[in-house]
């Protein structure tokens, strides 16, 4: 709640804890209805903007890339810097550390923040905003089925 709130080294978002209850809310619920495929579509829109509050109060002054790789599109001044800081951290661990072992479950990355993983995020949530949770293990298709299946029987009877 303090970092939502604390406009010196948080977010600076008003209504901190609101805010906070809201940001965890959707999050939690949102990601029970998508295991269960239960009001899937409903949940997809706050947790929509979630995502639209994360990209643009926490990811947006660093530009798209969440990992920096100088190499990739849409490079900004501070991924181009970050070539610089990869490889005197991974001289320190070579020279310092154990670099085998460190590096054996992946390479070493600096990480951007940006907003690219907050966006893919979004582009997600909106397919499934507009697809729905599927067929076979989704609650939703089953109880669509069920609701079906009594509005065909009623409408047989008259």
């Excluded at 209805?33 to 979630?50: E, N, Q």
């Amino acid at each position: 709640v303090e970092w939502f709130g604390n406009s010196d080294w948080g977010l600076g978002l008003p209504f901190p804890l609101l805010m906070a209850v809201l940001a965890i809310s959707a999050e939690v619920i949102g990601a029970l209805s998508l295991l269960l495929g239960f009001g899937l579509r409903i949940m997809a829109v706050p947790m929509m903007f979630t995502m639209i509050i994360a990209m643009t109060s926490v990811h947006g002054e660093f530009g798209w890339q969440a990992i920096a790789d100088p190499g990739a599109p849409f490079t900004n001044d501070r991924v181009s810097a970050s070539a610089e800081k990869k490889e005197a951290i991974i001289s320190i661990l070579q020279e310092h550390g154990n670099y085998e072992w460190l590096t054996d479950s992946g390479s070493i990355v600096i990480l951007n923040n940006g907003i690219e993983f907050a966006a893919t995020y979004f582009v997600m949530l909106l397919m499934l905003f507009f697809i729905g949770s599927g067929r076979y293990f989704s609650i939703d298709y089953w109880i669509k089925k069920k609701l079906d299946k009594i509005d065909n029987n009623e409408n047989v009877n008259y």
